[in-house]
């Protein structure tokens, strides 16, 4: 009982909440920079595009050469997205722990 207690009174939940919520909001840029293609090429676009005059292709995951924002990139990322979300509605309580 007194544990509870205690940790009520040192975290309310407005208080963790809120830090989840600002540790949520600083991985989405990194999140976003991934789900485009890497987190190489998102940094590095703009100083590309003006070194060389256009959308550069990245080369920094093995052979594969597609340039930021490739559809590929986005089709993977919306698949793991949309599996994830029918894991939620339909697997097993094991699954969705």
Same mark, same amino acid.
């Given at each position: =009982?007194? *544990?509870?207690?205690?940790?009520? *009174? /040192?975290f309310p939940p407005v208080v963790v909440g +809120?830090?989840?919520? @600002?540790?949520?909001?600083?991985?989405i840029s990194g999140g976003m920079k991934y =789900?485009?293609?890497?987190? =190489?090429?998102?940094?590095? +676009? &703009?100083?590309?595009?003006?070194? =060389?005059?256009?959308?550069? /292709?990245?080369?920094?995951?093995?052979?594969? @050469? /597609?340039?930021?924002?490739?559809?590929? #990139?986005?089709?993977?990322? /919306?698949?793991?997205? &949309? +599996?994830?979300? &029918?894991?939620? @509605?339909?697997?097993?309580? #094991?699954? *969705?722990?």
């Amino acid at each position: =009982f007194s *544990k509870n207690w205690v940790r009520n *009174k /040192l975290f309310p939940p407005v208080v963790v909440g +809120m830090a989840v919520l @600002m540790i949520g909001g600083a991985l989405i840029s990194g999140g976003m920079k991934y =789900f485009g293609g890497g987190v =190489f090429c998102a940094q590095n +676009m &703009l100083s590309r595009s003006a070194s =060389f005059g256009g959308p550069q /292709l990245c080369n920094e995951s093995g052979e594969v @050469m /597609l340039a930021y924002g490739a559809s590929e #990139y986005w089709g993977l990322g /919306l698949s793991v997205i &949309l +599996m994830g979300i &029918l894991i939620q @509605m339909l697997g097993s309580p #094991y699954l *969705k722990s």
